[in-house]
């Protein structure tokens, strides 16, 4: 799949006029403005890849009236390490990160409200699917999770043991093989089958495994549908195919008990129609159901489209499947010579 022209590209320029740049740990605002916000600073603390979008989304709020004066401080990485720098104690008003289980951390710390979740969007500012990175053309005609496992296929995809992307991947081709956890042995046959035949290169994040990619390792990089069209927005020579079977990947979101009124303000804007319009931008889908319905050809609805909660939910799957002591992949990474540990 090429990244298509949409309409969202025009209106989502107009929206965010106001976009600029910015990086881990900088800080972002108007700081010379007076209102809104009333001169806060917003400490935002989040996993890597969605960087692109709050470079954006932080000036265009910066703009409104309820942004004024508001001044962030934003440091980006591995979402697991991200929640426990914050249970360590890292400054944080606005986190979002790519598992629930890295916020439920915070939860359990006191740090976020346990309703947190209790929103129309179910907690989430975003949703992604996992898709198959594939060289330009897609010379190996890669189409199924089965062609994953033909003869002489490599694949890429990060270590689920150190990067939250990783555990998408793999649940996504768990999910698929095992008919939504109905037959786990065929499941974990699959995941052995691909891990240790198959699997070239297992990176620390996926950030990294994009990377070794786009360095020419591999046939098929597993990956987020929204890092895939990052990497072509950036001028990456790949294409991406969205399997019929494949998970949602839920990005959830929340702002901390002691964060100040500017936090959710910003958290507000993130999930308005401007803040949606610069996440579909950048390749994540909108949790904005009529957004997401307009941009029905960019984001097809996959055939057999399923969630965590179709496998029993986080802690289900993290104790019989990630637990690095006892969990079944924690096996088969063993077996293929790969570290479990954090």
């Known amino acids: 799949m090429k990244l298509p022209t949409l309409a969202l590209a025009a209106i989502g320029a107009a929206s965010l006029a106001a976009a600029g740049c910015g990086g881990a740990s900088d800080v972002h605002g108007a700081s010379a403005a007076t209102g809104g916000g009333g001169g806060d600073t917003v400490s935002l603390v989040a996993y890597s890849t969605p960087q692109v979008v709050y470079d954006e989304i932080i000036p265009a709020f910066a703009a409104t009236e309820a942004g004024r004066g508001v001044s962030f401080k934003s440091s980006y990485g591995a979402s697991g390490d991200q929640s426990r720098a914050v249970e360590a104690g890292l400054d944080a008003d606005y986190v979002t990160f790519s598992l629930q289980p890295d916020l439920e951390r915070l939860v359990d710390a006191g740090l976020v409200d346990p309703n947190w979740d209790q929103t129309p969007s179910d907690g989430n500012v975003s949703t992604s699917v996992v898709v198959f990175a594939v060289r330009e053309g897609n010379p190996e005609n890669i189409r199924t999770w089965a062609d994953l496992l033909r003869p002489g296929v490599e694949v890429v995809t990060p270590n689920p043991f150190t990067s939250g992307g990783a555990k998408w991947n793999l649940l996504a081709a768990y999910g698929a093989a095992s008919r939504l956890g109905e037959d786990p042995e065929a499941g974990l046959a699959y995941l052995r ?8 290169v297992q990176d620390k994040s996926a950030r990294e495994a994009l990377q070794s990619f786009a360095n020419g390792v591999g046939d098929v990089l597993l990956a987020y549908e929204n890092e895939a069209i990052t990497a072509q927005k950036k001028g990456e020579e790949l294409d991406y195919v969205v399997p019929d079977d494949t998970i949602q990947i839920e990005n959830p979101v929340a702002v901390t008990k002691d964060a100040p ?9 993130a999930l308005s129609e401007a803040g949606q319009r610069a996440f579909a931008e950048w390749g994540y889908r909108p949790v904005d159901e009529r957004l997401l319905a307009q941009a029905a050809d960019r984001f097809p609805t996959p055939r057999n489209l399923f969630t965590i909660a179709d496998l029993g939910g986080w802690d289900k799957v993290n104790a019989e499947l990630f637990d690095p002591e006892r969990g079944s992949v924690a096996k088969i990474e063993e077996e293929a010579g790969v570290s479990t540990a954090r």
Not at 193 to 200: D, K
Not at 261 to 269: E, K, N, S, T, Y
Request: net charge positive; proline share 6%.
């Open 193 to 200: 089958e691909l891990i240790t035949e198959h699997v070239r």
């Open 261 to 269: 009124p500017a936090a959710r303000a910003f958290l507000r804007f």
